[in-house]
């Protein structure tokens, strides 16, 4: 079968082991070249107005300055950007990044209300999902270890015929000795697990795919307790599937699996991942720098009697996303809500399937912190907080470790030590090819637009060109 006969709209790629590729990275940076008034945009009708957004948040900026009796000069060392960057923000002449408007805040202490009138946020489209039943899967690898998933409905795929490719069994011999296969399925979720700690998606999506088809076939010849059993195993791997896709770098496939996770589950009788699910979409959302929606479906999933590694994962998210808002009193309330619950040992016969959510951190929520004190503007707290969660993470959990690093890194760089930021994303760059993650090239990406205004700084013309040649290859 040739690809041109699929209807390629809800393919979701198969990466390559190892090698990712990014259209985003690959354009050129546009410099808008200011012409030393406002900006203007089009308003449809065939007119112009002013960008009253940036003049608004240029005058509130300018009167929490003035009001807290810090200069111009003294402000801009103190957010680490040039006195005429700053000047030109007050004036309206550039357009405050949601990033530096969360610094301003917490410098000023505005309480989140510079963040909210900058927008706190720009997040990118909603991923437009894939409406389909999924009865038939289909899998393309090429020698080349690239490839592509592709779910689609049973008659399609009975239209594009099996003739050219290899039996693996009838359905009526998808069988396997009563017990065994549960206990086999679940000792291979552990290893793949941990292969995607230490590995891309490229290597890891192909048998993930593959196991949670063959898992939940399986569920048709087994008895009424070994099915429902099966069926939780396979959302399991579909959940992990759609985090692996999400990894690279394909919101609406990791939508997808999510969704199929949920359905697996539910005919396993497990009534609370459709909670967890939220929090995945959460998860998402935040990625995508949408932090009404990542709120919104962290709450909704806290609703009910849920357990409490769920609620926890949830408040958790949903403090992420008060932090993207800019609104710290909110973000640490959720915060101390989640951590005794991600820290509680599992209730009885709750985690008959694999544990929800990381496995190598001890203190999630701890680690939060760090991450949602950067988001939140305030770098130092953040930098003290990850260096220390990140001497617990194990040495071989590389994914884990990138992440995190990432963020530690961005930290240092938006205090202005420039030279230690450079140090570390030398360290994380070996790690961060290898796992091949979109969510970490996200902050390498911010990290590559700091160092752009340091060029001249020998630890950046060092760890530059890496890092850019890092983000062509990863999605």
């Given at each position: ?31 808008r070249r200011l012409s030393g008034r406002p900006r203007r945009r089009a308003t449809g009708n065939g007119e112009e107005s002013v960008a009253g957004d940036d003049v608004r948040f240029g005058i509130e900026l300018r009167r929490w300055r003035t009001r807290a009796g810090i200069s111009l000069a003294d402000f801009a060392a ?324 990138a992440r995190y690093g990432a963020r530690r890194a961005l930290a240092y760089a938006q205090l202005n030590e420039i030279e230690q930021a450079c140090a570390l994303v030398s360290e994380l760059l070996g790690p961060a090819e290898i796992v091949g993650s979109a969510t970490v090239a996200q902050d390498l990406l911010r990290l ?28």
């Amino acid at each position: 079968m040739t690809p041109s006969v699929v209807n390629r709209r809800s393919w979701f790629r198969v990466p390559a082991a190892g090698v990712l590729h990014c259209s985003a990275c690959r354009r050129p940076e546009r410099k808008r070249r200011l012409s030393g008034r406002p900006r203007r945009r089009a308003t449809g009708n065939g007119e112009e107005s002013v960008a009253g957004d940036d003049v608004r948040f240029g005058i509130e900026l300018r009167r929490w300055r003035t009001r807290a009796g810090i200069s111009l000069a003294d402000f801009a060392a103190a957010v680490h950007y040039s006195k005429g960057h700053l000047s030109k923000i007050e004036n309206g002449l550039k357009h405050a990044q949601p990033e530096f408007a969360r610094r301003c805040d917490a410098e000023l202490d505005a309480g989140g209300r510079l963040a909210a009138l900058a927008g706190a946020t720009e997040a990118r489209p909603r991923p437009v999902e894939v409406a389909d039943d999924g009865e038939a899967w289909m899998m393309n690898l090429t020698g080349d270890g690239a490839g592509w998933f592709r779910p689609m409905g049973r008659r399609e795929a009975l239209a594009l015929g099996a003739a050219a490719g290899f039996s693996m069994g009838v359905p009526a011999r998808v069988r396997s000795v009563e017990g065994t296969a549960a206990v086999a399925f679940r000792r291979q979720f552990d290893q793949i697990r941990k292969l995607g700690q230490t590995a891309s998606p490229g290597v890891v999506l192909p048998t993930l795919v593959a196991q949670t088809h063959t898992v939940r076939a399986l569920t048709g010849q087994a008895g009424a307790d070994e099915s429902g059993q099966l069926f939780r195993l396979a959302s399991r791997f579909a959940e992990f599937a759609g985090w692996m896709t999400q990894e690279a770098g394909d919101e609406r496939g990791a939508l997808w699996w999510t969704d199929r996770a949920v359905e697996m589950a539910a005919s396993g009788g497990d009534r609370h991942f459709a909670s967890y699910a939220l929090t995945r979409r959460a998860l998402i959302s935040l990625y995508r720098d949408d932090a009404a929606e990542a709120i919104g479906l962290a709450q909704q999933a806290q609703r009910g009697a849920v357990p409490a590694r769920i609620l926890g994962f949830a408040a958790q998210h949903e403090a992420q996303g008060h932090a993207l808002a800019g609104d710290y009193d909110t973000c640490m309330r959720a915060l101390d809500r989640a951590r005794p619950l991600l820290i509680a040992p599992a209730e009885e016969g709750e985690w008959s399937s694999p544990v929800l959510g990381t496995t190598n951190l001890d203190d999630p929520a701890a680690m939060a912190v760090g991450w949602c004190l950067l988001d939140l503007g305030r770098p130092r707290e953040a930098a003290v907080v990850l260096d220390r969660q990140l001497e617990s993470v194990p040495g071989d959990a590389l994914r884990t470790r990138a992440r995190y690093g990432a963020r530690r890194a961005l930290a240092y760089a938006q205090l202005n030590e420039i030279e230690q930021a450079c140090a570390l994303v030398s360290e994380l760059l070996g790690p961060a090819e290898i796992v091949g993650s979109a969510t970490v090239a996200q902050d390498l990406l911010r990290l590559k637009r700091i160092f752009s205004r340091h060029l001249r700084t020998r630890a950046v013309q060092e760890v530059y060109p890496q890092l850019t040649l890092q983000l062509s290859t990863t999605n």
